[in-house]
């Protein structure tokens, strides 16, 4: 399990750049999906908040082989009220951000818990192609995110379905009673 700060900005921004080009690839190719059976599921964590999924997005590509779990947690400045909603419509408009990431598996796109914290849960092929997008992330996110809230999980050797049809199945050491980005639950 990691967590580190942002990349420095050129290196984000290139990373970013690569990506979007990347995503418009893969868009031509079709091989950008968002399926719905997952939308409407409420995942609940350790500090006992939860969030309900409201989008999911994945690419078609072999299983990885490397699995792992990445949890992104940020609060959005100036965002209140019906705001939210407005906000989850525009999401989808974000999508080029992540999808063409090196390993990039899924997502599932969380809405706003009570403390107003956003939180996207992936699968990814590679812990540190996780680690890496997560970092790059980080400054996109900063532009639109209260100071102090973007913080970020990997947890290596976890398939993001077995993690949502067992939560308590995490090995002992990321059992972390309070921690926000455990799932506890998913219903």
């Known amino acids: 399990m990691s967590r580190g700060g942002p990349l420095p900005q050129a290196a984000a921004w290139r990373a970013v750049c690569e990506c979007v080009a990347a995503t418009v690839a893969l868009l031509a190719r079709r091989r950008v999906h968002l399926p719905r059976e997952r939308v409407g599921r409420r995942l609940g964590f350790a500090d006992g908040s939860s969030g ?3 989008r999911e997005t994945i690419v078609n590509r072999p299983p990885p082989a490397d699995p792992c ?3 992104v947690a940020f609060r959005l ?3 209140r009220g019906r705001a939210h909603t407005l906000f989850r419509w525009e999401s989808i408009l974000n999508t080029p951000l992540f999808v063409g990431f090196p390993g990039f598996v899924s997502k599932l796109w969380l809405a706003h818990d009570g403390q107003g914290r956003y939180r996207g849960v992936y699968e990814w092929d590679g812990a540190g192609r996780a680690e890496h997008y997560a970092r790059a992330l980080w400054r996109v996110l900063a532009l639109v995110s209260v100071p102090g809230s973007i913080d970020y999980r990997v947890l290596p050797g976890r398939r993001r379905d077995e993690l949502l049809a067992a939560p ?3 090995a002992p050491e990321t059992a972390v009673a309070g ?3 455990r799932v506890v639950e998913a219903v």
């Open 179 to 181: 921690s926000w980005w």
């Open 69 to 71: 779990v990445l949890v």
């Open 52 to 54: 309900v999924v409201y």
């Open 77 to 79: 400045r100036w965002v």
């Open 168 to 170: 308590d199945r995490l």
